[in-house]
């Protein structure tokens, strides 16, 4: 016997709203994941492309040159670090603000910094 959905006034409503339901919660989670994949990817391609520095302890005197020339004002000789030569090293206050110019490592007369770009 064909089913006769006029028996029941909200049966043809209720099956087309959750009819639309299903496909719009299916497209809805379809881009939520494309977009939360889209939004993984950049964030980690920014942080393998991201520039930062290296200081090397071991060759840093703490002269403070490269703290004079860093456009971006991020670095500054370390207070809480004292080298085995007994000097304040070098270092990054803010790697994300880092531009990879090399003009740190260009100054440092002891070539103790390495730059990742
Ligand atoms: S590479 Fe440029 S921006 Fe980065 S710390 Fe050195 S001088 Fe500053
Ligand atoms: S210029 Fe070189 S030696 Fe001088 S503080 Fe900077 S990293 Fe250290």
């Given at each position: 016997?064909?089913?006769?959905t006029?028996?029941?006034?909200n049966?043809?409503?209720?099956?087309?709203v959750?009819?639309?339901?299903?496909?719009q919660?299916?497209?809805f989670?379809?881009?939520?994941?494309?977009i939360?994949?889209?939004?993984?990817y950049?964030?980690?391609r920014?942080?393998?492309?991201?520039?930062?520095?290296e200081?090397?302890e071991?060759?840093c005197?703490?002269?403070g040159?490269?703290?004079?020339?860093c456009?971006?004002?991020?670095?500054?000789?370390?207070?809480?670090v004292?080298?085995?030569k007994?000097?304040?090293?070098?270092?990054?206050?803010?790697?994300?603000?880092?531009?990879?110019?090399?003009?740190c490592?260009?100054?440092?007369?002891?070539?103790?910094i390495?730059?990742?770009?």
């Open positions: 016997m064909p089913y006769d006029g028996e029941c006034e049966s043809q409503e209720t099956g087309e959750t009819g639309v339901t299903i496909s919660t299916f497209m989670s379809t881009h939520l994941s494309a939360l994949y889209q939004v993984c950049h964030a980690k920014r942080e393998e492309t991201m520039a930062r520095i200081v090397d071991f060759f005197k703490g002269c040159l490269c703290t004079t020339v456009p971006k004002h991020i670095l500054e000789l370390n207070p809480e004292i080298t085995d007994g000097y304040h090293p070098a270092h990054s206050i803010d790697q994300s603000a880092c531009t990879g110019c090399a003009t490592a260009v100054m440092c007369p002891d070539v103790a390495t730059v990742w770009r």
